[in-house]
């Protein structure tokens, strides 16, 4: 999917059904390389249990993702996503790398050994903004946003990563 580690990445971007970090219920990919974003998706999961108490913040239920894969069916997937990335970007990143953890550690799968690059972190740095949420960001670096759609969100942040690049921003 991606070229190269050393000029690639992958922006990602979980929602959760209830305040459990196990509780993936979408996920969004974005995967950029050589200053672009070459593909982007988003995929339903079916957490483990159906007890959806984060619903007004993204809109999805139980009804959403009942016939969804679960996330060990998905994780090969997620796992050519993100295996040839350099580097994995998300918006407040010990969030999702987190979630990640606990999803891999509930189905015993070994998570990939990845950076993460923290846009929040890299939208402070960078831009010297006063609230590095996602919608300000985006604000900010006039990118679209609908926001808590993972897909939206995923993409939203990979535009970040590549808005600091453009201006000399590089990982090491």
């Known amino acids: 999917m991606l070229p190269n ?3 690639s990445f992958v922006a990602l971007d979980f929602e959760i059904a ?3 970090h196990d509780s993936a219920c979408a996920v969004g990919l974005a995967a950029c390389s050589r200053g672009q974003v070459v593909q982007s ?7 483990p249990g159906r007890r959806f108490t984060f619903t007004g913040i993204h809109g999805l239920s139980w009804e959403h993702v009942r016939e969804a894969p679960s996330f060990i ?3 090969p997937v997620l796992r050519d996503w993100l295996g040839p990335a350099g580097f994995i970007a998300a918006h407040n990143a010990k969030f999702d790398r987190r979630v990640l ?4 550690a509930r189905h015993r799968l070994r998570p990939l050994r990845k950076r993460f690059v923290c846009t929040v972190e890299l939208a402070r740095a960078r831009w010297d903004v006063s609230s590095a949420s996602l919608p300000d960001v985006c604000r900010r670096l006039d990118i ?4 808590h ?3 939206s969100d995923a993409l939203a942040c990979a535009r970040i990563v590549l808005a600091a690049e453009a ?6």
């Open 101 to 104: 953890n606990a999803c891999c």
């Open 73 to 75: 069916d998905l994780w």
């Open 149 to 151: 759609d993972a897909g």
């Open 5 to 7: 580690a050393n000029d």
């Open 144 to 147: 679209p946003l609908q926001h």
């Open 18 to 20: 209830n305040a459990r």
């Open 167 to 172: 201006e000399g921003w590089r990982f090491l």
């Open 41 to 47: 998706c988003s995929y339903l999961i079916r957490p």
